[in-house]
């Protein structure tokens, strides 16, 4: 049996000698600059959403500001009625959005796209130090990381990019991942 097993580590070695030539040599993914990353809000319809998005929110809470001063003399129930459906419409609607939101990076980020569908869409993908799949922990940090370190004092978290030598902003470097092409 010995003369079997090196018959085996032979064909082994030769195979792996033929593979080392014939396989081409992989280049390492470039890191996604600022301008790569900043890309999918030129995408279709993304600033046209968040723009809508903002509007309708600050429309819902300057509707409640009004209506809220013009009830404050009528009295009765009503006014408590209508208190009680603008706390929970806001808190709905803040519960919902943060919910989906974690969702969403969650379920695309740890997907096979690698990259939420805007990011994609303009070739860029999310993945952790080795080039894999980020985890959903790493996806959770990267999102609270960028909310609450890279997007305050004037997002200067995102700028970080510009001088880190894998481009990665704040929040990548936080949750260990990194933005690149392809």
Same mark, same amino acid.
């Given at each position: 049996?010995? =003369?079997?097993?090196?018959?085996?580590?032979?064909?082994?070695?030769?195979?792996?000698?033929?593979?080392?030539?014939?396989? $081409? #040599?992989?280049? $390492? !993914?470039? !890191?996604?600059?600022?301008?790569?990353?900043?890309? !999918?809000?030129?995408?279709?319809?993304?600033?046209?959403?968040? %723009?809508?998005?903002?509007?309708? *929110?600050?429309?819902?809470?300057?509707?409640? /500001?009004?209506?809220?001063? #013009?009830?404050?003399?009528?009295?009765?129930?009503? $006014?408590? *009625?209508?208190?009680?459906? +603008?706390? %929970? /419409?806001?808190? =709905?609607?803040?519960?919902? %959005? *943060?919910?989906?939101?974690?969702?969403?990076?969650?379920?695309?980020?740890?997907?096979?796209?690698?990259?939420? !569908?805007?990011?994609?869409?303009?070739?860029?993908?999310?993945?952790?130090?080795? +080039?894999?799949?980020?985890?959903?922990?790493?996806?959770?940090?990267?999102?609270?990381?960028?909310?609450?370190? /890279?997007?305050?004092?004037?997002?200067?978290?995102?700028?970080?990019?510009?001088?880190?030598?894998?481009?990665?902003?704040?929040?990548?470097?936080?949750? +260990?991942?990194?933005?690149?092409?392809?």
């Amino acid at each position: 049996w010995h =003369g079997i097993f090196a018959v085996l580590t032979g064909v082994s070695l030769l195979a792996l000698g033929l593979l080392a030539v014939a396989l $081409p #040599a992989l280049r $390492p !993914p470039q !890191p996604a600059g600022l301008r790569e990353r900043l890309a !999918p809000l030129k995408a279709t319809g993304v600033a046209e959403a968040l %723009g809508i998005t903002v509007l309708a *929110v600050l429309a819902e809470f300057t509707f409640y /500001s009004y209506i809220s001063v #013009a009830l404050a003399d009528a009295g009765g129930v009503l $006014p408590l *009625v209508l208190l009680a459906f +603008g706390l %929970g /419409s806001i808190l =709905g609607n803040l519960a919902v %959005g *943060v919910l989906t939101f974690f969702a969403y990076h969650i379920y695309f980020e740890t997907g096979t796209l690698q990259a939420t !569908p805007a990011k994609r869409l303009v070739g860029l993908r999310i993945v952790n130090q080795n +080039g894999g799949t980020i985890n959903a922990g790493q996806s959770i940090g990267r999102i609270l990381s960028m909310v609450f370190l /890279s997007s305050m004092f004037f997002f200067l978290g995102y700028f970080l990019a510009l001088f880190t030598e894998k481009r990665q902003a704040l929040h990548d470097l936080v949750a +260990g991942t990194i933005v690149i092409k392809g």
